[in-house]
């Protein structure tokens, strides 16, 4: 079984408003809505053991490649979104966080 990096990001949507409203974003002119990545994070979990070592970035143990796991993201993936899926060399591997490293060599 390999251990695979799949970091992922989902643009934040842009709804326009009246320039009275502020949503905080320093701007007078648009609203932000973050996306649910209930579903691309759920797909992840599926694929097999895991591990959520960053913000959207997780570890997974998966007999499938890395291209595998892309086609089954991908329908989650919007224009504007960004994934990365790589396969990690367990035997060229660091972290400054133990748990990281020991999870990826058990």
């Known amino acids: ?6 970091l992922f990001y989902l ?7 009246e ?3 502020d949503c905080g974003c320093g701007h007078n002119h648009e609203s932000h809505n973050h996306r649910d990545n209930y579903d ?6 599926s694929l097999g053991p ?3 070592f960053m913000p959207d970035s ?3 143990k998966s007999e499938f490649t890395a291209k595998e796991i892309t086609e089954k993201l991908q329908k989650f993936i919007q224009t504007g979104d960004l994934l ?5 060399d367990k035997d060229d591997v660091s972290s400054l966080t133990p748990e990281v490293e020991n999870w990826i060599l058990s």
Not at 11 to 17: F, G, I, L, T
Not at 40 to 45: C, G, L, M, P, R
Not at 84 to 88: A, E, P, R, Y
């Open 1 to 6: 079984m390999n251990v695979y990096a799949i």
């Open 11 to 17: 643009r934040e949507e842009h709804n326009h408003h």
């Open 19 to 21: 320039h009275s409203e």
């Open 40 to 45: 691309i994070v759920a797909t992840i979990k």
């Open 50 to 52: 895991w591990a959520n």
């Open 58 to 60: 997780y570890l997974v």
């Open 84 to 88: 990365f899926v790589s396969k990690i």
